[in-house]
C-alpha cells in the first residue's frame, strides 16, 4: 500500500545529492600547495592539489601533473604553503583549558614576586569575583626552595579568597581567607592520597592531591554560560594552533552539556573525542554505551579516564623503588588493584574504552597487569590506553605491545620535566623515562598530545621535543637521553593518524585519504624540512575542518 | 580568495534539494480520506489528500476536486477513513509511563485481595528482581474505607521489598521488608511536607507526598538501559493511541539523556517537549537557556516543572477552606511564596518557561500572584503554565487571561475524580471545578492531556469525556456540572492546536497547515459525528510522524 515507510528526509537528501550533482559540481579545490598526509599504514603521501567533496571530505588528492576538475563551488591557492592533516591532541583538558585562558595564568612567572605581582592586579582588576582563581604556579620555576603559602597570599589579598591551582593540577595553594571559606581547621587530618603542607603543625596554604579537595570544594561552581565560554575560548585556541580534533580527558557530565549546547547550535568545530571523569560520569554521559559519533564526527563519548596516580612533581607518581630525592616515599596510590580491575571491567562490559593515568613504574605495571587479567574476558578491538606512561621500566615495555596498548605521551612533559624526573629518579632509572623510540621500536602505537592546559597546546612545540628532546633554549645539546629522539614522520604520525586510532576515530580524520573529513591546516614551514627551531615558532596561517575554514590567521604578521 | 566560507555541508544539500527537485518528484500523496484540520485560528479545514514534501513536511492539502500531482515517490489511499492531525498530550510523564508498562500494574484491580493476588504472581513470576516495583493503587476504588497496611503485603511477598505508588504518584505502599531496608524507624517524625500513615504510632506501610521519599530512596535506581526500554515501551504505546507528541512534566538529566540517545540513534519518533522536574535539572540538562528544537522537532527543553500542592485524593491539594470530609486540613503547601517566586524568577530570567503544578483553589491562587508579580519583570511571550488547574475559585478565573495564562488540564481527571472531589469539597465549592467551558468562555488559551502513567493516556477517553463529562458507564447521566462540557472542535483544539501553543510548537506541528510538520492518525470513526461512546472507544489504525508512518494497526481485527 506504501511504497516506504522508512526515514525518508535522510535518504531523499542523500539520494539527490548522489544523483543530481554532476560530476565536480559543488567541489572545492585547494591548489598549489605542498601537500603532505600520511596513508593508513603510515607511509607519506605527497600532493599539490586537494579535492573536497559536497560533504566537507576529501574526494582526491592532486599531483602536479594531475587535471584539475572543472566544475568547482570554490577554489584557493595555496601559495606554495605545505598543506598537513589537523593536528589531533591525544590528551587535553578541554573545558581546564578554556576556564585557564579565562582565569589568572601563573605559568608565566619566574619568581614568587612576580605572581605576586600578577595576583594583586587580577585581583584588583575583578572586584566584582567572589573568588579569585588561578593555576599554573610552580614553585620548582621560581626556584624557591618550599612551597609558597598563605602568608604569602595574605599580603596581596587579604579581604576575598584565593585558591590557585599548581602547574600540575596536583596541589592548591590557598590564601587564608580561601581556608576559612572552606572551613579547614589547625588541626585538620591529612586525607587518604592527599597531604596538607603544614609550618609549625598547621596548615601553610598548599595542599597536595586529594587534600586539594578540602578548599575546592568551596570553590563557587561555574555557571552553565562560564562553561560555554570557556569551551568557545579553548576551541578558538585549538584551532589557531592547527588543532582540529582532541580527546577530552576527564568529561563531566556538565563539560558534555556544553559540548552538546556547541553541538547542537551548531558551534561546535573541533572534533572532541571524549573520556568520562570516571564510571559514573561515563555512565551519566552515555549510558548503557559509547555514544555515536555525534554532530558530523565532532564529538563522541568513547571512554573513561581512571587515575592511577598522581605527579612526579609533586612526587605523587607510584614508583616500585623509593624517589631518590626523598627516601621512605613511593608515591600516592590512588585505588588498589581489586578496585582498578572493577572499574575497569565496568567500562569494558560495555564496550567503553579505558584511558588509564598512569605516571610512575610502579602504576603503570599495575594497569599493565590489570589489562593483562581483563584481556583474558573482553575480547576484540578494545584499545586499552594508558595515559603519560611517563616512568616505565624497561621489563615493562614488551608487555604494552602483547595487548595492542596504546601510549598516550605529551613531548613537551619531556622537556619540562627532565631535572625534575633526574632529581626524582636518580640517573639509574632513566632507561624507561619518556622513552618514545624504545616504545615504536616494541611496536606500541604511539599517540601524542599537550596535556594541555598543564603545558601549552601548541603541537609544534611538542613536534620539535619529539624530535629533539632539547628545550626552547637548545639545551641539553644534542637532547637528553637522545636515543629515545623520533623522526619528524613518525612525531607527525603520532600528532595525527595516531592520536585519531588512539581514539577509533583513524576511519574518520587524522589523514587526508580520500573519504576522510577533510580537516587540515597550511604552514609557514614545512615539517618535514625546517629546522627544529622553526618547526618549534611554527605558525598556522589557515585550519580548516570539515571542509570549511575555521582558522585564519591575521595578515601581514 | 575563497568565494564562501560558511558551514557549507548543509547550504549545499538545501540548495540542491530545492533547484534540483522537479516539481512534484518525490512528494508522497495521502488520498481517499476524511481529512480535517484546525487552521491558525482554530477554525475546521476539510480535505480529501494530503501532500507530504521530501521534508516530512505537509505541502498541500487537496479538495476533492482538485488535481492530484503526477509525479509522486509513494501514494496511500486511506479508503475513506478521517484522517486528523496527531494528537499532542499536554501533560504526560513519559518515562513514569515506559516504567509503568514494564512494572507491576495495580490500576485496574477493584479490591485490595484482587491487588494481592496480582502482587504474589508478579513476584513469582520475577524471582531475580529484588526490589517488587508497582504503581496504581486505589484504596477508594477499592472501597477499603482505609489505607493498605505493610501487613497487608508481608502476608503475600514477606522475604524482599515492596514499594507500590499510589495511583496518583502522591502516596508509596510498602511492606516491612522495604522499610526495614530503608531503615524506617518505628519512631520515625513525618517529614515536612510528607506524613506517616501510623497505627498504633508505627509507620503503618503507607507514605503520603514528601514522606514517600523515606522509602523511596532506598529503592534501586534503575539502569540506562531499563531507562531506553522504558522510553521504547511508552514511544511505542503513544504512537499505537495516536499521539505523536507530549509534553515530559519533570524530566530528569538520566531521562533527558535516554530521549538523547533515542534521538541521537534515530529512534526517537514521538515529539516530546520537556519541562525539567525542578530548576537543578532544567540546568542540568539546558543550561543557561531553553535547548533549540533537536532532531527536526522532535526534542526540546521547554522549561521546568514546579510543585505547589499535592493530589485532592490524598488531601495533599491546598485549599482556601477546610476539606469538607476533614475539617481543620487545608492540603500540603510544598513552597512558600518567596521560594515560588525564587524559582519562577530563576527559570524566567533565562527565557525558561514555567509550568507550575496547581490541583487547589489555594495553590491556583498562589501561582497567580507569583505570576501577577512576575509578568511587571518579565515581559513578551512567557505562556505561563498551570498544570491541573482542577480547583478554582471562580473570583480567580479572570486571572488566567490577564497574563495569557495556559490552563493544562485532564479531562479524564474529572470522571476518575468526581465523586472524590464532592466529598473532599463539598458540592458548595464546585463551580471552579475543572472548569473546562469556563476557563474557554474566559478566553483562556486550553490544553488538554492525560497525566500518564496516572491515568491512561488514550486522548479519545479524554475527548470523550471532554464533550460528554460522562464516565465510561454513561454516569452521570447528562454530565457532571454538564454546563463546564465543550463542544468537539474546542475538545480536538485543547488536545492538538492548544497543547502544541502551550509548548511553543504551534509553527512546527499541532495543525496539518501547509509548511507544518506532517504528523497525523488514520481512524476508524469520525471524532466531529460519531456517538461519544463511539469516540471513547475509537481506533487508531495508522499513525504518522514527520511524513513517515510509525504505526499501523494490526489488520482484521
Known amino acids: 500500500m506504501i511504497a516506504r515507510t522508512l526515514s525518508r528526509g535522510f535518504a531523499l537528501a542523500a539520494a539527490l545529492l548522489s544523483s543530481a550533482a554532476t560530476p565536480a559540481l559543488a567541489d572545492g579545490l ?5 601537500g603532505m598526509t600520511l596513508d593508513a599504514k603510515g607511509k607519506v603521501v605527497n600532493f599539490t592539489g586537494l ?21 568547482l563551488d570554490y577554489k584557493l591557492d595555496g601559495e606554495g604553503r605545505t598543506l598537513m592533516p589537523g593536528i589531533i591532541d591525544a590528551h587535553g583538558h578541554v573545558m581546564g583549558l578554556g576556564f585557564s585562558l579565562l582565569t589568572l595564568d601563573l605559568s608565566g612567572t619566574r619568581t614568587l614576586e612576580e605572581a605576586l605581582g600578577l595576583i594583586k592586579a587580577y585581583a584588583d582588576e575583578n572586584p566584582s569575583r567572589p573568588w579569585i582563581i588561578g593555576r599554573g604556579w610552580n614553585q620548582e620555576k621560581w626556584g624557591l626552595g618550599r612551597f609558597p603559602t598563605a602568608a604569602d597570599l595574605d599580603a596581596v589579598v587579604p579581604d576575598r579568597p584565593v585558591w590557585l591551582e599548581r602547574v600540575d593540577g596536583h596541589a592548591g595553594w590557598a590564601n587564608t581567607a580561601a581556608m576559612q571559606a572552606a572551613g579547614v581547621k589547625p588541626d585538620a587530618k591529612d586525607p587518604p592520597g592527599g597531604r596538607i603542607e603544614r609550618i609549625g603543625g598547621k596548615p601553610a596554604g598548599v595542599f597536595v592531591d586529594a587534600a586539594e579537595s ?8 561555574p555557571r552553565a554560560v562560564d562553561r560555554d565560554a570557556a569551551l568557545i575560548a579553548a576551541q578558538d585556541h585549538l584551532l589557531a594552533l592547527g588543532i582540529t580534533g582532541i580527546a577530552d580527558m576527564g568529561t563531566s557530565i556538565d563539560d558534555w552539556q556544553a559540548y552538546r549546547r556547541a553541538g547542537d547550535e551548531r558551534r561546535l568545530y573541533v572534533r572532541i573525542m571524549a573520556y ?20 558530523d564526527d565532532r564529538l563522541r563519548l568513547n571512554g573513561v579516564k581512571l587515575y592511577l596516580d598522581g605527579a612526579l612533581g609533586s612526587r605523587g607518581a607510584m614508583l616500585k623503588a623509593d624517589y631518590a630525592d626523598k627516601p621512605g616515599e613511593r608515591g600516592l596510590a590512588f585505588v588498589n588493584d581489586t578496585q582498578l580491575l572493577n572499574m575497569m571491567s565496568r567500562a569494558a562490559m560495555d ?5 588509564a593515568h598512569a605516571i610512575g613504574d610502579a602504576a603503570n605495571a599495575q594497569v599493565l597487569s590489570a589489562i593483562e587479567e581483563l584481556a583474558k574476558d573482553y575480547k576484540g578491538d578494545r584499545r586499552w590506553r594508558i595515559e603519560h606512561a611517563q616512568i616505565i621500566d624497561p621489563v615493562d615495555i614488551p608487555r604494552f605491545a602483547e595487548n595492542g596498548i596504546i601510549a598516550s605521551m605529551q613531548p613537551v612533559h619531556q ?14 632509572r632513566l632507561a624507561g623515562a619518556y622513552a618514545w623510540k624504545t616504545l615504536v621500536d616494541a611496536e606500541v602505537p604511539l599517540a601524542f598530545g599537550s596535556d594541555t592546559p598543564v603545558e ?5 612545540a ?31 604520525d603520532a600528532f595525527t593518524r595516531g592520536a585519531a586510532y588512539a581514539g577509533f576515530a583513524e576511519d574518520r580524520f587524522g589523514t587526508l585519504q580520500p573519504g576522510m573529513r577533510a580537516d587540515f591546516i597550511l604552514l609557514d614551514v614545512d615539517p618535514l624540512l625546517s629546522s627544529p627551531g622553526d618547526l618549534r615558532t611554527a605558525k598556522v596561517v589557515e585550519t580548516w575542518v570539515g571542509g570549511v575554514r575555521r582558522y585564519e590567521a591575521r595578515r601581514g604578521r
Do not use: H
Open 462 to 492: 611538542g613536534l620539535a621535543a619529539a624530535i629533539t628532546r632539547e628545550g626552547a633554549d637548545g639545551q641539553p645539546f644534542g637532547g637528553w637521553q637522545p636515543q629515545e629522539r623520533l623522526g619528524r614522520v613518525q612525531a607527525i
Open 214 to 221: 578540602l578548599v575546592a570544594k568551596s570553590v563557587p561552581m
Open 30 to 34: 585547494i591548489d598549489n600547495v605542498n
Open 276 to 295: 568520562a571523569g570516571g564510571i559514573e560520569s561515563m555512565v551519566a554521559i552515555a549510558g548503557p554505551r559509547p555514544t555515536p559519533w555525534l554532530y
Open 51 to 71: 579535492v573536497i567533496d559536497n560533504d566537507g571530505k576529501v574526494k582526491t588528492l592532486l599531483e602536479r601533473r594531475d587535471k584539475r576538475p572543472e566544475k
Open 456 to 460: 601549552s597546546p601548541d603541537p609544534f
Open 415 to 428: 622537556i619540562s620535566d627532565r631535572l625534575m624526573a633526574e632529581a626524582r629518579l636518580g640517573t639509574a
Open 351 to 355: 564496550e567503553f574504552q579505558v584511558a
